[in-house]
Structure formats: structure tokens, C-alpha cells
């Protein structure tokens, strides 16, 4: 899973499908872990996210890259449950040095049109409300604030949702 995608218009910062476990995700992965624990003191519980809940046709992970190949930002796609027509926005992570650049909205439109090529109707995720950049991001992004739809998860998360048009 290597295509590059690139959106109209977009920067020239390439954006490439990866295997959940490919050695930048897992990079990725292990900041956003550090910096969430450092920020609320605690990460995902293991087990929570696999390699499989990210594999197509439903689930897809992006890397964003420099023009010199370094991986700077990720999110992942997966199914919702067993519902076709829902999947879930999770591990979204641009690195502190590349912010504010627009990657985030890179990679969120990314996911949400490999999303509603395959038959998605809506995205759904979940953020803590202490991350402020992300909760001023997915309103921008057209997402609504719905109550909390995932058992077991903490309490200050916020989730959010996503109405798509099918392209498929």
C-alpha cells in the first residue's frame, strides 16, 4: 500500500497510503503517544487500534512526507463496527514543527474522500477537549458535535461527525 495521493490545489507535501505497522506510522504513532501522555497522562489503551482496522477497502492510514522523505503527519480510516456506511477518524497527528500549515486539513480530506469512494455515508471521531487545535480543525472542516458514541472512553472526549456525499 504506497499510492501517493495528492489533492487539487494541495501543497506540494506528498501524502502516501501506509500500512498501519509500516516503520513511519509506527514513528508517528509513538509521538503522538508521548506527546498525549505528556499532555493528559495516559495513552490509548493496547489493543484499542490494529494493523487490520486499517486495511482497505474501508480503512486506509496516510503519511504526510517532506520533499526530503521524513514522515510529518498521519490519520487513519477504519470501519465503525459493522456498519459499512459509518467508519471512524482516529490518530491524527501532525509533528509540532510542521503545524499550522494546513496538513491536517490534508489529510483529513483525504480520508473522507477515500472514505466516500467506498460507500461511506458518515465519519465519526473523537477528541480530548484539551486539544484545543483540534477541536477549532474539525468544525472548520465541516464536522458537527454529536454526543459521545463509543462506550468506555473517557468522559472529556468530544466527538464530532461528518455527514459524506458517495463518489463511489
Known amino acids: 500500500m504506497s499510492q501517493v495521493l495528492r489533492s ?3 501543497s506540494d507535501t506528498p501524502i502516501a497510503a501506509r500500512e ?8 508517528l504513532l509513538a509521538a503522538y503517544a508521548a506527546e498525549r501522555q505528556e499532555m493528559v497522562g495516559f495513552v490509548d489503551p493496547p489493543g484499542l487500534d490494529n494493523a487490520a482496522q486499517y486495511e482497505p477497502p474501508t480503512g486506509v492510514f496516510l503519511v504526510a ?10 490519520g487513519g480510516l477504519r470501519a465503525y463496527l459493522s456498519c459499512d456506511s459509518i467508519a471512524e477518524i482516529r490518530k491524527m ?8 500549515r494546513g496538513l491536517g486539513h490534508r489529510i483529513l480530506a483525504e480520508l473522507e474522500q477515500h472514505a466516500s469512494a467506498h460507500g461511506v455515508r458518515e465519519v465519526r471521531l ?16 465541516g ?23 458517495s463518489s463511489a
Do not use: M, Q
Not at 497527528?93 to 503545524?99: F, L, Q, S
Not at 473523537?126 to 472542516?141: F, V
Not at 464536522?143 to 456525499?165: D, T, W
Open 65 to 74: 512526507y517532506t520533499n526530503t522523505g521524513d514522515a510529518i503527519a498521519c
Open 20 to 27: 498501519f505497522d509500516h516503520p513511519d506510522a509506527a514513528a
Open 143 to 165: 464536522y458537527r458535535p454529536i454526543p459521545p458514541y463509543v462506550p468506555g472512553r473517557p468522559s472529556f472526549n468530544r466527538a464530532f461527525a461528518k455527514k459524506l456525499s
Open 8 to 10: 487539487p490545489g494541495a
Open 126 to 141: 473523537e477528541t480530548g477537549s484539551y486539544n484545543r487545535p483540534a477541536l477549532h480543525l474539525y468544525p472548520s472542516a
Open 93 to 100: 497527528y501532525v509533528a509540532p514543527a510542521h503545524r499550522g
